[in-house]
């Protein structure tokens, strides 16, 4: 596990640009999300390669279609993962925008890759309100979300090393495998899209070199 350039403040310019909102506590309140305010100041990313097996897990699509997440992900395109909750006004608001930029990036410059964000509230999360979510952020038909099974997303989650057993303690992190098999890059805190595109590219060209 190395550390990433800390790159674009990307917290800061999200809500310079009026971008996200994050509730205020009141005065002497004790702020439940001061452990992801300190997170956005100092923007520090954590990258780090490891051998996680998609689960075989069933899940269901923001289109409303049943799917299997191992064969979801196996389709042989890049993978860029996170984990959201619709209602979130922390951490999601910026992930989320943060893959807004990347889909549109990738559309531009007409790289394959299928950004995956699976709910953690997947009571509240319907295929409704997360079609509705994704709509916010102009997601591509490249950019899809998942909800299912309470018991489904914390597999999921587990899988991955991110379950912190509630949905106000999770933390932000951003899974990346070149293709199916390969190691998953995981980038946690509050990479950019920059960030992202950068390990893009770098496995498309470790495929070149092979």
Known sequence: MHYLRPGLA????LFAQGAV????PAAGAVDPHAAHHHMMA???VRRS????????????RDDGVPVLLDKELNDGRIVVLNFIYTTCTTVCPLTSQVFSV???RLQEGGLKAHLVSISIDPEQDT????????ARFHASHDWQHYTGTLAASIAAQQAFGTYRGDKMNHAPVSLLRASPGSPWVRLDGFATADDLLAEIHQFGAASASR
């Open 21 to 24: 909102r994050a509730d205020e």
């Open 42 to 44: 100092n923007n520090e």
């Open 127 to 134: 295929p409704e309100r997360l079609r509705a979510y994704a």
């Open 49 to 60: 390669v490891l051998g996680y097996a998609v689960p075989h897990l069933k899940l269901v």
């Open 10 to 13: 990307v917290a800061g310019l």
């Open 102 to 104: 990347l889909d549109h």
